[in-house]
C-alpha cells in the first residue's frame, strides 16, 4: 500500500476542460434542479438550444459552485451521454475530468463529495450575501493527500457498488410510491360523473397540527433544500438549536407551498425522527396529518397527486416570485369520504408498502452523510471501507 501524495487539485484534474458547442445547437442540458444533493446520478435531462454554460462529457464530475447549492451537496457523476456527446448546463458548475495515467473519473466524483474538498471549496466562497461562488484559483492551487491510481481504483470500485444498490432501492421505492398513487386516484380522487359522497381535504387531513418545541432547543432541521422531487425521503438533517420554523413529527407530510419549490414538486413524509421527537425546518412548509384513522402515508400520495398538486397551484397568492399556498383556499380541495371497508382496505395494503419505503430508504443512507478521506481508508459516514473492499459499520468502532 503506497503513501498518499500530496498533489494540487490541478495537476490531478482536469478543472473545466475545453469543449466546443455552437450557438443554437441542440444538444442536452442538465440544470442546476436536476442534479439532487449527494445524488451520483443526474434525475433529468432535456434537449435545448446551447447558448452558454459549462460542457461536459460523460465520466466528467459537475459540482455546484454558488451558495447554497455547493454546501447542500449538488454534485453529479455525467453518464447520460453518448460515445463523444457533449452535454451542457448552469454556468454556476465546475466540472472535473480525469487526467489519464494520474486519476480516476470514478474517485474523482467520491473525491468531489468528500469533506477534504467540500470544506476547501466553501471555504474559498467570495461575494454578496447569497451570491457567493467558489474562488477558482484558491481550489486549483490547494495541495491535497490523494492516493495512488490504483488505490483510486480501488475506492471507486467499492463505492460504486454500494452507488449501484442505492440506485436499484430508489428505483423499488418509486415503483412502490406508483402503487399506492394508483390506489388514491381509484378511491379518492372525485370525478364528474361520479355516484359517492364526498367533502373537503380538510375533513380528512389536518393542517399544520400543534407540535412543540422550546426556543433554543436542539433539534433535527430538515432544510427546504433537502426535499426531494421524487421521492418520499429528504436527503438530509442536522441538529440546530430551534428558533423559528415549522414543527412536525413522524407521520407527517411535507408539502412546500412557496414558490418555485411546489411547481417543482417538494414534498416528504417524516420517517427520520426518533419516538415522540419533535423536529422543524422552513416556515414554507405546509404539514399535513391524516384524520379519520387513515394510515398517515395517505397524506403524503396526497401530496404528489397530479391533481391535488394542481389544485394547490391554484391556490397560490402573493406578489410575483414569492407566492404562497393560501391554506384556507387549498383545505377546500375536493375528495371522497372513504368509507370504513375503504380506508381498512387502504390501510393494509399501505401497511406492506410504507414500511418496505422505509427500509429502503434507511439502506441508502449513506449517500446523504458526510464522505471523509482518512489516511488508508475511506469513510461514508457510517460505513468504513478500507482497500480490501472490506465494509464495516463505523458507528461500531471504539
Known amino acids: 500500500m503506497s503513501e498518499w501524495q500530496e498533489m494540487s487539485l ?52 459537475v459540482i455546484a ?17 453518448n460515445d463523444d456527446e457533449i452535454g451542457f448546463g448552469s454556468t454556476e458548475y465546475i466540472v472535473l475530468r480525469e487526467r489519464e495515467g494520474i486519476s480516476n ?30 474562488q477558482m484559483a484558491v481550489v486549483r492551487q490547494h495541495i491535497f493527500e490523494l492516493p495512488s491510481l490504483p488505490e483510486q481504483k480501488a475506492i471507486a470500485a467499492v463505492l460504486s457498488s454500494l452507488d449501484n444498490k442505492i440506485d ?15 390506489l388514491f386516484r381509484q378511491w379518492f380522487v372525485v370525478e364528474l360523473d361520479g355516484n359517492y359522497e364526498f367533502g373537503k381535504i380538510s375533513d380528512v387531513v389536518e ?14 432541521y430538515l432544510e427546504m433544500a433537502a426535499l426531494s422531487t421524487e421521492v418520499f425521503n ?38 427520520f425522527l426518533d419516538d415522540n421527537q419533535v423536529g422543524w425546518g422552513s416556515t414554507e412548509y405546509i404539514v399535513m396529518r391524516s384524520r379519520l384513522s387513515l394510515h398517515p402515508f395517505f397524506t403524503y400520495v396526497l401530496s404528489r397527486n397530479s391533481d391535488f398538486r394542481d389544485y394547490a397551484e391554484g391556490c397560490l397568492s402573493g406578489s410575483s416570485g414569492r407566492q404562497r399556498v393560501d391554506i384556507s383556499h387549498l383545505k377546500n ?28 430508504f434507511g439502506s441508502s443512507r449513506f449517500r446523504g452523510v458526510d464522505v471523509k478521506l482518512c489516511g488508508l481508508d475511506i469513510i461514508i459516514l457510517p460505513y468504513r471501507i478500507d482497500f480490501s473492499g472490506n465494509i464495516e459499520c463505523s458507528s461500531c468502532q471504539s
Open 10 to 61: 490541478d495537476s490531478v484534474a482536469i478543472i473545466n476542460p475545453t469543449e466546443s458547442l455552437k450557438r443554437g445547437e441542440l444538444a442536452k442540458k442538465i440544470a442546476m434542479d436536476a442534479i439532487q444533493p449527494f445524488a451520483k446520478k443526474p434525475s433529468s435531462f432535456s434537449i435545448d438550444e446551447f447558448n452558454g454554460g459549462m460542457k461536459f462529457r460523460n465520466g466528467d464530475t
Open 65 to 81: 459552485r454558488i451558495t447554497p447549492c455547493l454546501e447542500n451537496g449538488k454534485t453529479a457523476y455525467i453518464n447520460v451521454l
Open 105 to 134: 473519473k470514478q474517485f474523482l466524483y467520491y473525491f468531489a463529495i468528500s469533506s477534504v474538498f467540500r470544506d476547501i471549496a466553501i471555504l474559498s466562497m467570495t461575494g454578496s450575501s447569497g451570491r457567493q461562488r467558489v
Open 168 to 182: 436499484l432501492l430508489h428505483r423499488q421505492n418509486k415503483t412502490l410510491e406508483a402503487m399506492a398513487e394508483t
Open 207 to 220: 393542517f399544520n397540527p400543534i407540535r412543540q418545541l422550546s426556543k433554543g432547543q436542539k433539534a433535527p
Open 234 to 271: 429528504p436527503s438530509n438533517w442536522y441538529e440546530r438549536e430551534f428558533s423559528s420554523g415549522t414543527k412536525f413529527i413522524n407521520g407527517d407530510t411535507l408539502l412546500a407551498r412557496i414558490t418555485p419549490c411546489l411547481e417543482n414538486g417538494k414534498s416528504a413524509y417524516v420517517s
Open 333 to 360: 380541495y375536493p375528495i371522497i369520504i372513504p368509507s370504513k371497508n375503504t380506508i381498512e382496505k387502504f390501510n393494509a395494503i399501505i401497511c406492506h408498502i410504507q414500511p418496505k419505503l422505509h427500509n429502503n
